[in-house]
């Protein structure tokens, strides 16, 4: 396995793909749009859980109390962190890939291999999405509540099925701006 070098370089959150047309500029735009969404999102939470863990240590040695629902919390905000910085992943292309045998093959069986893949890994991730989903729909019909926090625990359960939905519909996009652009290079 390896982190898939070919976009791992150079990549950025604010990087953008050489304009092709008005509708795969548009595609990018707004691919990139929720792929930051995501990272400011996933960064805000790493941030959140450092200052509930910082206050929670100080609470517990300075004054002999702490929060009890702060490992819940930081429980449910790792989710985040996680399957939003795998939407980002995803997005960037910077995930891990076993493409050691793919590179073997000629340029014309690598986009069949490419697309092949693509397809069924969109369809998982979308199958993950309609599978949480009815996760969500189960303990949001029967009012279940976190323990610590008290919360509705379809809420951060949400997050998996979102993610996964999100890196599905960014996968295809994706999938769509390389074709596009090797489309685009073969007419020249």
């Known amino acids: 396995m390896q982190v898939n070098s070919s976009s791992a370089e150079g990549s950025s959150i604010d990087q953008r793909p050489p304009q092709r047309s008005a509708v795969s500029g548009w595609v990018w735009r707004c691919g990139n749009l929720i792929s930051q969404m995501c990272w400011w999102t996933a960064s805000a939470s790493i941030l959140l859980i450092t200052f509930i863990c910082g206050i929670n240590v100080a609470r517990r040695y300075l004054f002999g109390s702490a929060w009890s629902w702060a490992e819940e919390a ?25 493409d050691m045998l793919v590179k ?18 969109c369809g998982i991730l979308a199958l993950c999405s309609g599978v949480s989903f009815q996760v969500v729909k189960l303990l949001y019909d029967y009012n279940q509540k976190s ?24 996968g295809l996009m994706r999938f769509a701006l390389t074709e596009a652009a090797f489309q685009s290079d073969e007419g020249r």
């Open 104 to 121: 073997q093959v000629p340029p014309s069986a690598r986009r069949i291999i490419g697309g092949l893949s693509a397809t069924v890994t």
């Open 147 to 170: 323990q610590a926090l008290e919360i509705w625990l379809w809420i951060p359960q949400s997050m998996v099925c979102i993610s996964f939905g999100l890196m599905a519909l960014l």
């Open 74 to 98: 930081m429980l449910y905000l790792m989710i985040v962190i996680v399957f939003l910085g795998a939407v980002t992943a995803t997005w960037h292309g910077i995930h891990l890939a076993l």
